[in-house]
């Protein structure tokens, strides 16, 4: 007999999928990306990723050994934490930086709220604002080839910048920029985002608002009215493209509902556009998907469909 | 002299205004940059909550109970007044970390709290021991904070470098959001400590 | 009706002698603090000309520069070396910054030293570090302005890398001291 048909109680239709598989896909998905970063940056990136993703396990299996609890890292989900982080930051960051931002990540952003399935916000995303607030220096070294570049957001953002000039959108488009290791190629990314689509491990409702979003509040307030090459930027450059399919879709920390998922991916989309524009740092994105992070509760009490039935109060 | 120990001992632990009572939460998170702000805090809290008790214990036959708030509130708010003009006039470098925040130790629920639950209630000499207790509380928890986030966000612990040269601060502790992070885990550890105790 | 009448003057009563008590506090205090703020005042202005007497002069016209709180003007042995300019900018990232900026009457900038301010530990609030105030010392009286990275020339300030705003606030505030200086208090004028 197959597994699809148990003798129990209700739901009685079962998908193969379980939460390893899931995040399985995910890691598929984010190789690509992965790929790239090392092309892109060389061994230091390599080295960055790898000591994330040990870190993230390693704090995972010691503190629920510590607390006695099950030990799970063989759900791949301390991996897909690790990798994201890693590819958040760029590649130049001191050794110790990617363990303290796992500790961070994987100890008090997750397990103190309860683990899997009950963080409040993206665990790499909240590693990454923490670090990147207390270690502003370190985290926007960005080079490429060993010269200090800055970010296509930064010279946008001002004349503070002076003496970089903007890469040619094809470079944008493929990655040969300066940045964060995972977030320079908006083609590989975009492939981990289609496949994960593909694979239905994702909805296309939060990142299909969010990247939308951005590219209308891109021609709102970008400054240059209706021009490709603006929208284009805005949605190609930074983390976005990284945030919106790989971050802003956790599960734990994302609304259940279709049109809470809407909600959630235009927030977003705002945000990250009034972050980039008028805020203290370049990028918005991490900001933005953990602002909406902190809505998700409200957002799905407000939306819960109604039940069938029900009389009217 | 056994009530004596046992008011102190209420305020620095069993009741501990910040980590078993959760009371005065806005200049716990807002003044903890430094150990000596968190101290500094404290004694003018402890201060402020002596001189209160003693004189809301004095008055407590005479202060009707319809119009006891108002009362009290007079009475803080003249104890707050005196310690910011005279912070001002003799330690000036305390008033300047400090200055904004002592307008608000007279809306700190811990002054109002004791003035209500304790001094209204009992005799002015346990009352007195009873505001050093909790001030001194105040200023404990306040200081651990403090030093927390000295130590690690700024690299010193009462001014001074501890921290090794290759030590980087963690910005992000002397900041707004760290003041609840660090606060979010002391509470743990203390909770844990006190599991710990209750089980013993 | 009794009750209401007895209520109202215990309280009265109590805020009559916290008035009183107040008064007698205000008194006492009132000779200390100011004493208190013309050290502090002194202090941050020696940081800038040292060994100076500092004498404010009154009834400027600021209507025009509206960083500048007040012009002082610096001594020694009666003769006038400086001034002395109190600034608040409201430009940095938070609240204003308190700052002061001193200017020699050879020409130079003499120092700026930061007093008061609230912005972000580890960023902007390296503002009040030497390492920046240090920029200042020495500058020609001419327009300044920051860059990232090493400044090549004289004109320009080396801002605090993550902190181009808190930079940029002290620098403009730096330069509407020197303007007025130039526009208003150079001999010649």
Redesign the interface.
Known sequence: MSDLFVVSSSPHIRAKENVSTIMRDVVIALLPATAFGIYNFGFLALQTIILCVVSAVGFEALYQWFTKQKVTIGDYSAIITGLLLGLNLPHTVPFWIPI?GSAFAII?VKQ?FGGLGQNFMNPALGARA?LL??????M?NWQIDGVTTATPLAIFK?E???GFTSPQLIDLFIGGIGGSIGETSAIALILGGLYLLFRKVIDWRIPGTYLLSVAVMAVAIGGNGFDMSTILYHVFSGGLLLGAFFMATDYASSPVSNIGKIIMGVGCGILTVLIRLYG?YPEGVSFAIIIMNLFVPLIDRYTIPKSFGEVAK | MSGVMNRLKNGLVTENPVFVQVLGMCPTLAVTTSAVNGIGMGLATTAVLIGSNIVISMLKNIIPSKVRIPAYIVVIATFVTLIDMLLQAYIPSLYDALGLFIPLIVVNCVVLGRAEAYASKNSIFNSLFDGLGMGLGFAFSLGCIGLVREVFGAGKAFGFQVMPNFFEPITILVLAPGAFIVLGLLFALFNYINSKKAKA | MKEIIKNALILFAITLVSSVLLAIAFQVTEEPISVQKIKQRDAAFATVIPDATFEEIVDLDFSEYEKIDSVYVAKKADEIIGYTFKLITNEGYSAGIEMVVGVSIEGTITGIDVMRHAETPGLGALADEADFKNQFVSKPLGELSTVKGVSSNDTQISAISGATITSKAVTNAVNEAVTYYNNELKEGN
């Open positions: 303290l008090i103190l923490f607030i207390s270690f502003a220096g370190i926007t001002a503070s910048a002076v203290g």
